[in-house]
């Protein structure tokens, strides 16, 4: 973002506006995080709501009016629309093309004729908002939203609600500051935080220690179900909508149990695939350590995209047939994987 964009944005924002934020279809904490943080600073001086495409995970419902300042699109159709139709700026957060937001959803927003500023961390982002700040070396959108702060000389601003949902999106991206993303600027990001008000340990047992027993039982299958391929340093998880039912699945329950398989010894490239009978498909998580990129990966094959070491994908088959797909690609990557370093 140069510093004319930044001043036009200023120039924006220097009298109240309709704005609506977005994230991303199936919002994690960053998604959730960032939208929030951005609300609560901006809805100070303007008219602000989050308009999510669904749902997000019950970790993440005790951030700083999350129900009041979120609409889901799919369950609140009317006022969903009804919002960006009044908006005359829009903000993508945490993704870079439309059509992760579902169809639905990804028609209404195309209509939209104001401006769209987009912050996200992806890869490759599509060429639709006026203003675009995309950098796919910083760990996560809640940290470039504070850089956004930034650049607009707001860091002052910044109060303790704005610290913990900022907070929360940096922890839940950087798996607690232990990705290769997490640099030294974000801990100093993150120490900043907490002198404004972050309460971490707080903040790390609401969203971490509020498992419910059949979410640990659904991991405890999960892990059963491990499979191995050593020959490509490679791990997979199998999840079907039969056992989901069995544990009594909840959004999120799934989230992060990709990372077992990563964190076996040698392993490089991890995958989880998650049966959805209702949706009629079937969707991967994949993980991955050093320089294979499960983004490539993922795009290549399997309709999806993310970043280097973290993407997602989907599969039409079935979920027998989705993992002997997958299967049969690994030899292609064979060379690839074997030296993938593990830095
Ligand atoms: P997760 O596996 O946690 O759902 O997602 C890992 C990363 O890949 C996230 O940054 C997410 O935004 C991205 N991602 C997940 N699924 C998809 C997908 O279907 N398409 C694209 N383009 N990115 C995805
Ligand atoms: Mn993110």
């Avoid at 973290?310 to 079935?318: D, H, I, K, L, Q």
Wanted: hydrophobic share 35%.
């Amino acid at each position: 973002m140069t510093n004319n964009e930044i001043s036009e944005i200023k120039d924006l924002l220097s009298t109240p506006q309709n704005i609506v934020i977005i994230p991303h279809k199936n919002p994690d904490g960053d998604a959730i995080g960032s939208s929030l943080a951005l609300y609560h600073f901006l809805n100070k001086s303007h008219d602000v709501t989050i308009v999510s495409p669904n749902d997000y995970p019950e970790f993440l419902k005790w951030l700083p009016s999350e129900k009041s300042a979120i609409r889901f699109f799919d369950k609140q159709n009317k006022q969903s629309k009804k919002a960006l139709e009044n908006a005359s700026i829009v903000f993508l957060l945490d993704f870079n093309s439309l059509h992760r937001l579902g169809s639905d959803m990804e028609k209404t927003v195309e209509k939209f004729d104001g401006t769209f500023i987009m912050i996200d961390h992806h890869q490759q982002p599509d060429d639709i908002a006026k203003y675009i700040y995309s950098d796919t070396s910083i760990c996560s959108t809640c940290q470039m939203v504070y850089h956004f702060l930034e650049k607009l000389d707001a860091v002052n601003k910044i109060d303790a609600n704005i610290a913990t949902c900022l907070y929360v999106g940096i922890m839940t991206d950087t798996g607690s500051f232990r990705f290769p993303s997490t640099t030294s600027i974000t801990h100093k990001i993150i120490a900043d935080l907490i002198d404004k008000g972050a309460n971490n340990a707080q903040i790390h047992n609401n969203v971490y220690d509020v498992n419910s027993y059949g979410r640990l039982q659904l991991l405890g299958r999960a892990l059963s179900n491990l499979k191995v391929e050593p020959e490509y340093r490679t791990a997979y998880i199998t999840l079907s909508q039969a056992e989901l039912d069995a544990f009594n699945f909840q959004k999120g329950d799934t989230e992060g149990v990709v990372n077992y398989a990563l964190s076996l010894d040698g392993i490089v490239f991890a995958a989880i695939f998650i049966e959805d009978v209702e949706q009629k498909i079937i969707k991967m998580s994949l993980r991955s350590k050093g320089s294979f990129s499960v983004n490539q990966f993922a795009r290549n094959h399997f309709n999806g995209g993310g970043h280097d070491n973290a993407a997602g994908g989907r599969s039409e088959m079935s979920l027998e047939e989705t993992v002997n797909n997958f299967i049969s690609l690994l030899p292609t990557y064979k060379t690839e994987l074997i030296q993938s370093d593990e830095a």
